[in-house]
């Protein structure tokens, strides 16, 4: 079984620039999180997706930050403008979501805002 | 309150030894408690979970225990290994499914 698949692994950009992350999630998988690790910390909830709606985006920076998941499967996040405290490895998560709890995250994005 | 305590935030570890990482939390609403590793360059990756009704879950040489009680869980690496050599989250399940993490704790266990 193929995992959580994420583009790119990397991206450099400047303050002030846009930036688009994708996923793909765990075949058959009805639920997606993005999730943003700050060096040193533990991962934290940017968005969750059940199918193609929304479940929680209480904590998705909403002036700069954006994601869809179109057709219910994979998903982009976008960030517009970039500033420097936006620097972070940017995780997806997939879980079947049918009464489980476990989480298969991808490798992550790591992105430098300079 | 939607948070979760992790400590130590380092351990060192001789190979063959313990290693022990302590969680504390608060919101009684949790209702599962699994714990993620994350190698440099990886995303983590879930290692072992235990629901709030047993008090100890065994997996090979990985051991939760669990103090519903006190609000408190820990991991347990039994004969630690150089290989074991990573971050360690623990996590609480909320509403909808949601995780939230611990801050982590980077082990590292010598030859």
């Known amino acids: 079984e193929a995992g959580v698949a994420q583009s790119p692994r990397y991206k450099i950009i400047e303050k002030r620039q846009s930036v688009a992350f994708w996923c793909n999630p765990i075949?058959?998988?009805?639920?997606l999180y993005w999730y943003q690790q700050i060096l040193g910390q533990g991962p934290k909830l940017l968005i969750q997706?059940?199918?193609?709606?929304?479940?929680?985006d209480s904590q998705l920076p909403k002036d700069r930050f954006s994601a869809e998941r179109l057709k219910g499967v994979d998903s982009t996040l976008k960030i517009q403008p970039a500033k420097l405290e936006d620097s972070a490895v940017y995780l997806c998560?997939?879980?079947?979501?049918?009464?489980?709890?476990?989480?298969?995250f991808g490798p992550g994005t790591r992105l430098t805002v300079t | 309150q939607q948070q979760v305590k992790q400590s130590p935030q380092s351990l060192i570890v001789q190979k063959g030894g313990i290693s022990i990482i302590n969680c504390a939390y608060e919101?009684?609403?949790?209702?599962?408690f699994p714990w993620y590793q994350q190698f440099p360059g990886k995303g983590p990756a879930l290692l072992i979970a235990?629901?709030?009704?047993?008090s100890e879950k065994k997996e090979g040489r990985f051991t939760i225990s669990f103090n519903k009680s006190a609000k408190q869980f820990s991991l347990h690496i039994m004969d630690s290994q150089p290989g074991d050599s990573a971050t360690y989250f623990c996590?609480?399940?909320?509403?909808?499914?949601?995780?939230?993490f611990g801050s982590g704790t980077r082990l590292l266990v010598r030859p």
């Open positions: 998560a997939s879980s079947s979501g049918q009464g489980r709890y476990e989480q298969y």
């Open positions: 075949s058959g998988h009805a639920t």
């Open positions: 997706f059940q199918n193609n709606g929304v479940v929680d």
């Open positions: 919101n009684t609403a949790f209702d599962y």
């Open positions: 235990i629901r709030p009704d047993v």
């Open positions: 996590a609480a399940v909320y509403s909808s499914y949601k995780l939230i």
